[in-house]
């Protein structure tokens, strides 16, 4: 569990949360069936992760339908905003800075990444973010 009391999901439950947030709610069948494409997964361990997730809080389960259909408790954009926030605070000491400096000294970025990056810190000076 991550220090803002949101549980902070495994690579393998984040592989599950990108099939619900791509298809939307769906069955262990779909969600097993997609994640099988990158890699062989049994269907009874896609389904306990999804079990453990729904106690966890990371998934809503509809048990009025049959089969039962799983969604994503948190939008992906929210998960993501709390995953770097950790991130960033356990690897960076909180650094804004030298996250992106390292993150940019990482990998080149491409001139619409720059561009956009400049438009966001314009903004920033503005104080429309």
Sequence with gaps: MSRTGVPRPTDAELSILRVLWQSGPSTVRHVHDVLSRERPVAYTTALKLMQIMTEKGLLDRDDGVRPQLYSARQKQSHTQQH????????????????????????????????EELEALLDRFEKGDV
């Excluded at 995953?83 to 960076?92: G, Q, S, V």
């Excluded at 800075?97 to 080149?108: E, F």
């Design 83 to 114: 995953l770097l926030r950790d991130f960033l605070d356990r690897a960076y000491g909180g650094s804004v800075r030298s996250l992106v400096m390292h993150a940019l000294s990482t990998k080149k970025p491409s001139a619409k990444d720059l």
